[in-house]
């Protein structure tokens, strides 16, 4: 436990002490979002972000030791652990070089070099290795042995070559050197099957494509490796690039190296070369590049997982609406508009289709169905989904609004990305059991822009399309990562007990999905909870439980006005404290700074709870209950700008950043395909990461650069001062037919196909945007 705390507060700059606190914390159970709010004073004041390397590294750590036991017993029963061996174990700091050191001792199939062994060869190896001045040939002679397949000199040689390779094969450190050459100067080449070069076509950037392997961004890896599995690329490892004659490679110069072995004129000089070249070719060669490509993988994976969890970060803390009465309107064209009304606490009212399109062309009944509902539920917000149809049907609903003469709502656009995976969902269904599939996704959309978090936590993260790649990535992994992200969310901004969902209050720290049904079933059959204390009553719910989730669950408008704020139940007592010091009522100290900067945080310390804790409760009363998100702001999309073919090269227009990627942002303007942001135009100075500039969620404002009409691809730009050209691809069909392409979008897979995650595959982009071959 010391070395694997050591080993990561070294990792995080921060002390051991530290470390060995939350580990213990962890180990009894605690979440990490519980330790990061309410335990600062036993780790000294990690935060999530720490605590979530740290139980990340801690796993893989415990499996690192657990697997390095087993090591040196497997060793040491075979009589074979050296001091020198044991110490190289229990200091080996990765798996990788764990199992390098295990491979001699490894229980081995049937190899041609233990059959060479079990021949009696393996004395000739060991004289033909260490005296070069030999002749080969000559010393095979006395080892022929026909019964046991060697009838010649050639046979005897190779059966020394092979006993050698696999010593070489298994030396730790000569493999370490390998890799790191490797790792430092060998090049990822790309090459184009032949035979379905025709069909590869989205692959054409590496038809022939070689980079050095180290600098691979993670999303050209992850196209290699979808072209490689879908059959259309070869990949390999090109160890010396730059080198025109490949009889010798740099890699068995290495080796050479490594062995000390000077060969030149000596009579077994030819012979020991080729057992080097054959250990290159027919060992190392493709087992370094099987590991390698898996790092590669690994990498290029972490690296699209971490792209994916901070963009839904960004989206699960973007601004809410409030509690508001809000419509919201799943646009659709011959399938027509649905249209659903909920109230200010999210609660269905009303639901209705309507057809304003073609081929029904209702539009003066639909408009005066949206003011009748408007009139009769004081409604205050129009969500509008930005699928197919969506800027025809805010046409529909702007004229609606001019009707209204008094309390006009204000009318958005919001992402209706994931609405049609919950709206077939199980949890959909249990909620509105006899609503049709088609108006859930109204009622989805109304509620995303009242809250966001409460309403995305419903939906498979994975369906929300934000990722980069998100399905060529480790599922299990992606899936926890997201997890992780969602619960800090959610805890970071609190839940209200008498109001939230089952999938909300299941992402409570410390609950389960058993006890989030608890405590709406008990919410249902005894009404609203009216104090902290009466959830000790649900059913599962223990101690451990209320410990953890409690400070995290509001109670608005309940009988302790603290259960409405961030506050735990277990500081209580040094409130009460602070009231009888300050000698007034709780309500004349919540929100007041300056009673609050009256008192005395050292007189309220005690062996549990420090500084660190006083101070967090006075910034809590100060604002109880405060919510980071950030104060709610909406994007103006230009009037009369709603296809792709309504662009103007030079225009200059209001959006919302849909995605971001390594290699730029994805910029939502109203016309149903997002438009890339290339890195190099964000901003005018050079930055290495997208999340420098923007964020998912973010309003900008961009200027059209390009616009590829047939392909769907729009060029924009951040830099608003910068030059643009006049070029524009238009279309060689009519408006309808492009119309038409554009209702592929509605569906909610389309709408993550028109994400980096996959619109990014391979060469994608490259016609339309020549920019990322910079």
């Keep these: 436990m010391t070395c694997i705390a050591e080993q990561i507060a070294q990792e995080l700059n921060v002390k051991t002490s530290q470390i060995n606190a939350a580990i213990n914390l962890l180990d009894d159970g605690a979440t990490v979002p519980f330790i990061a709010r309410y335990r600062k004073e036993a780790t000294n004041g990690l935060d999530d972000n720490h605590l979530r390397h740290l139980e990340q590294r801690l796993s893989y750590l415990r499996e690192l030791n657990d697997r390095r036991q087993v090591i040196l017993a497997t060793i040491e029963q075979q009589n074979k652990l050296t001091p020198e061996l044991s110490k190289q174990i229990q200091t080996a700091d990765n798996k990788t070089r764990l199992e390098d050191l295990y491979l001699p001792y490894r229980p081995k199939r049937k190899t041609k070099g233990q059959m060479a062994i079990n021949a009696g060869l393996e004395p000739l190896a060991d004289k033909l290795f260490s ?77 022939e494509h070689s980079e050095l392997l180290n600098k691979v961004p993670s999303h050209r890896a992850l196209a290699m490796l979808r072209g490689r599995n879908e059959g259309f690329l070869q990949l390999a490892l090109n160890v010396d690039p730059q080198q025109e004659n490949t009889n010798y490679s740099s890699a068995e110069q290495i080796i050479h190296d490594h062995y000390r072995l000077n060969l030149s004129q000596q009579a077994g000089a030819a012979f020991l070369t080729k057992v080097v070249r054959w250990a290159w070719k027919l060992k190392f060669s493709l087992s370094l590049e099987t590991e390698l490509l898996g790092q590669l993988r690994d990498r290029a994976e972490t690296e699209s997982i971490k792209v994916f969890a901070e963009n839904l970060k960004d989206l699960l803390l973007a601004a809410p609406a409030g509690a508001k009465v809000t419509l919201g309107l799943d646009p659709g064209l011959r399938t027509g508009c649905k249209l659903a009304v909920v109230d200010a606490t999210g609660k269905l009212l009303q639901t209705v289709t309507i057809f304003p399109h073609a081929p029904q062309n209702n539009w003066e009944k639909s408009k005066r169905t949206i003011v009748n509902l408007c009139k009769q539920h004081k409604v205050e917000l129009i969500a509008i989904g930005n699928g197919t149809g969506s800027r025809e049907s805010d046409k529909l609903v702007a004229e609606a609004i001019q009707e209204l003469e008094n309390n006009k709502p204000n009318k958005l656009i919001v992402s209706e990305a994931g609405a ?65 992200v969602i619960e800090d969310c959610v805890n970071a901004v609190g839940v209200d007990v008498n109001s939230a969902s089952i999938a909300l209050l299941t992402r409570v720290a410390g609950l389960n999905k058993t006890m989030a049904f608890n405590i709406v079933a008990y919410r249902d059959e005894h009404g609203r909870f009216n104090n902290r204390k009466e959830l000790k009553k649900v059913a599962r719910l223990g101690p451990k439980a209320f410990e953890q989730a409690a400070g995290f669950l509001r109670i608005r408008d309940g009988e302790n006005i603290l259960d409405a704020s961030g506050v735990h139940p277990e500081t209580y007592p040094i409130i009460e404290n602070m009231i009888k010091q300050l000698n007034t009522e709780i309500v004349e100290v919540v929100g007041n700074s300056e009673k609050l900067k009256q008192l005395d945080i050292k007189s309220f310390t005690n062996e549990q709870f420090g500084e660190v804790t006083v101070k967090d409760i006075i910034a809590e009363l100060e604002k109880p209950g405060r919510d980071p998100r950030p104060e709610f702001k909406t994007a103006s999309f230009k009037e009369g700008i709603n296809t792709i073919n309504d662009l103007e090269v030079g225009m200059i227009l209001e959006g919302v950043i849909s995605n971001v990627a390594n290699f730029g942002a994805f910029v939502d303007i109203g016309v149903h395909q997002d438009g890339l942001v290339h890195i190099s135009s964000l901003t005018n100075k050079f930055v290495s990461d997208p999340r420098e500039v923007v964020k998912a969620g973010e309003i900008v404002k961009v200027k059209v650069t390009e616009i590829d009409v047939p392909r769907k691809r729009i060029s924009l730009t951040m830099r608003l001062d910068e030059a643009v050209s006049t070029a524009t691809t238009k279309p060689a069909k009519s408006p309808e037919k492009a119309q038409q392409g554009n209702r592929k979008t509605k569906v909610a897979p389309s709408k993550i196909e028109k994400t980096p995650s996959n619109a990014m595959m391979g060469n994608a982009f490259a016609d339309a945007f020549a920019k990322l071959k910079k």
């Excluded at 002679?141 to 298994?170: F, N």
């Excluded at 498979?460 to 992606?478: E, F, N, R, T, W």
């Design 131 to 207: 005296d070069w001045q030999l002749d080969p040939e000559n010393e095979a002679i006395a080892y022929i042995d026909k019964e046991k397949g060697y009838t010649d000199e050639k046979q005897v040689l190779d059966g020394v070559c092979y006993i050698l390779i696999e010593r070489m094969s298994e030396d730790a450190d000569l493999l370490l050197k390998l890799r790191n050459h490797l790792l430092k100067q060998a090049h990822l080449t790309s090459t184009v099957i032949k035979e379905k070069k025709s069909d590869a076509t989205k692959y054409r950037d590496y038809f």
């Design 420 to 484: 049609s995976v919950y709206s077939a969902s199980e949890l959909a269904a249990k909620e509105f059991p006899d609503l049709d599939v088609s108006l859930r996704g109204a009622v989805s959309i109304a509620r995303r822009l009242q809250d966001p978090l409460a309403e995305l936590v419903k939906v498979d993260p994975k369906a929300i399309g934000v990722g980069q790649y998100q399905h060529d990535v480790s599922q299990s992994q992606l899936s926890q990562s997201l997890d992780n």
